[in-house]
């Protein structure tokens, strides 16, 4: 059974770094590409970047490039999603999602539980 | 503002067929290539409820179906039901931007 399971909410201040997880089973970890999907409080789902685990190929949202980090552990099955310095208005629910197929043009078959970041002084 | 836009909202009675569209461009449905939709019941993750434009996934009841011309896509939903209550979002792929694209997400409202 495929499974993605992100690590649990988090709590920050302004400013601090966060890095959290999200660990596949069930599936070929390294031959499927993972996204990272922000959806901010009371709003839509917004694509922030994907990566491919075989060889660690990245592409960014314009949005989102240079303000996250998205990176994998193929040893562990796990693809990060990081911040080195965290604003107010990065509070959201967090998904990882994998495509279903082996690029990164389709849809996406299966969902992480999303983890919830709050950012708050 | 999303790439691909949707309607804030729709409703339907119980039994009702209801419509949601998915405007895009051509770069992304334009360019032929496939949308997909999802549910997202509130609290939960989305869920794939269309892929490849028209098929459903293993589980999905045919009551929800999809459908594509030019730079636009539609889910319908006949019979609609009190469960069916949730956000919808249609996703593509966006060749200018490189990247997946989802619309604004539509609630649909059971009356």
């Known amino acids: 059974e495929v499974q993605l399971v992100q690590s649990g909410a988090e709590v920050k201040k302004p400013g601090e770094s966060l890095k959290i997880s999200c660990k596949a089973t069930?599936?070929?970890?390294?031959?499927?590409?993972i996204a990272w999907v922000r959806q901010m409080p009371g709003k839509g789902l917004e694509w922030m970047g994907v990566?491919?685990?075989?060889?660690?190929?990245?592409r960014y949202s314009p949005s989102f490039q240079g303000q996250v980090t998205i990176s994998t552990d193929k040893s562990i099955r796990t693809a990060y999603l990081q911040w080195n310095s965290l604003k107010a208005s990065d509070t959201a629910i967090y998904y990882c999602?994998?495509?279903?197929?082996?690029?990164?043009?389709?849809?996406?078959?299966?969902w992480g539980q999303g983890t919830l970041v709050t950012v708050s002084s | 503002q999303s790439v691909l836009t949707q309607p804030p909202s729709v409703s339907g009675a119980p039994g009702q067929r209801v419509t949601i569209s998915c405007t895009g461009a051509s770069s992304n449905i334009g360019a032929r290539f496939d949308v997909h939709w999802y549910q997202q019941l509130p609290g939960t993750a989305p869920k794939l409820l269309i892929y490849g434009t028209y098929h459903r996934p293993s589980g999905v009841p045919d009551r929800f179906s999809g459908s594509k011309s030019g730079t636009s896509a539609s889910l319908a939903i006949t019979g609609l039901q009190a469960e069916d209550e949730a956000d919808y979002y249609c996703q593509t792929y966006d060749n200018r931007l490189s990247g997946s694209v989802f619309g604004g997400g539509t609630k649909v409202t059971v009356l």
């Open positions: 999602a994998k495509h279903a197929n082996g690029d990164h043009v389709g849809n996406f078959d299966y």
């Open positions: 069930g599936y070929s970890f390294a031959s499927y590409w």
């Open positions: 990566i491919f685990p075989g060889d660690s190929d990245t």
